[in-house]
């Protein structure tokens, strides 16, 4: 799973989970990168790369050994980008509300204003990964997971939760929050900060006016 | 794209849409449903589909002309699925929030009772598709969507929904419907009638306690 040291690299690269950026291995992780993005992972081949890279494919194997070592690399390096954006920043807030609204402000917002390529290459290719890579990723994910439903729990605990089960609590809003990147487009019609704000209220309070709930549950 | 007639039907199969389910190209499109299912659509070849049918490549191409038109095929019949089982059954309720609530059953129990392959391709192979295939597939994706955004329009002019942006809830509610397939287990833990109706209170009145509100907003 580790690269070979990079002759063209100030440092050794021997982490492909962070790979630095402007070593030769790192920028092969970000063409890698673009090209499962535009094409798929499993549309995409070694030829792909080293094309998007202007090297051989003999090249590109000097510093990475298989096209799932990439595909690993890449899903750690957006893992470390959503726990460094969204997660290490919420989770010691304390209040459980403010620290709800806090992940849900953050996660769109990396989402729609930083749209990282390696995140949207965990969201497209949840069943690409394979064996102990796959275990890895998830693993991670989970934590968030965790840590959303724990949040749920503290809110149902002071009452301030109304009668739902935290589970679906938690995969109702990681749905919502995920689907964004099917559909938000950067087109100024709905601006980042709107759409996160929407996100936080729609999801803490509903659709339906509490003032003509009477008028819904009679209709 | 459409298939050749098939000897072993009784009737010709010009339909790969509808592929008659007892016919050799109708047996083909099940066949590939659960190998793109199981693997992928990009990971899978016409070899793969060929070992799962005990056929011959060449077997394959006497029915089918290529794996796009397979895609296009499975996608076509999963669309059929959802329209007849969820917008066909729901869209001439006359209430917008009966027909919102009917839709949201209607659509979370299509995905936990039945499962059907060909949706789960949809949903797992957004960019697997192209050119005009994609087009036709995501026209037909657009009339729920309009659907969905027309049902909230309505809701808002009887002023029964808060202020919240038919779009932002249009794709909140297909996000939180959509990732179903990402999580939820057939485990007995949470029965598809549950879910379903837990989906239903939490998007209509969302996850705050109302008379908790206060206490919230002051927090």
Redesign the interface.
């Known amino acids: 799973m580790h690269a070979l040291p990079d002759p063209d690299a100030s440092q050794p690269d021997d982490t492909p989970a962070h790979p630095q950026r402007d070593s030769r291995a790192g920028q092969i992780y970000e063409a890698a990168a673009r090209v499962f993005c535009e094409?798929?992972?499993?549309?995409?081949s070694m030829n792909d790369v080293a094309t998007a890279m202007h090297m051989t494919k003999a090249g590109i194997y000097h510093h990475i050994s298989s096209k799932d070592e990439l595909l690993f690399g890449i899903m750690s390096y957006g893992m470390d980008l959503f726990e460094e954006r969204v997660v290490d920043r919420v989770e010691d807030i304390r209040?459980p509300?403010?620290r709800l609204r806090a992940a849900i402000r953050a996660h769109v917002l990396l989402y729609t204003r930083d749209r990282p390529k390696e995140i949207t290459v965990i969201l497209?290719e949840?069943?690409?990964l394979r064996g102990d890579y796959r275990a890895q990723i998830n693993r991670r994910k989970r934590r968030y997971v965790r840590f959303l439903n724990q949040t749920?729990r503290e809110?149902k605990a002071e009452?301030?939760?109304?009668d739902?089960?935290p589970?679906?609590?938690t995969?109702?809003l990681?749905?919502?929050?995920?689907?964004?990147y099917?559909?938000?487009a950067q087109d100024g019609r709905?601006r980042d900060t709107e759409?996160a704000e929407?996100?936080i209220?729609?999801?803490?309070?509903?659709?339906?006016?509490?003032d003509?709930?009477a008028?819904?549950s009679s209709?």
Chains 1, 2 share one sequence.
């Open positions: 094409r798929g992972f499993g549309q995409s209040d509300m403010e497209n949840p069943q690409s749920f809110l009452g301030r939760m109304r739902i089960d589970r679906v609590a995969f109702s990681l749905g919502m929050i995920n689907w964004i099917q559909w938000y709905l759409l929407a996100y209220d729609l999801f803490l309070n509903g659709v339906v006016r509490q003509a709930a008028k819904v209709s």
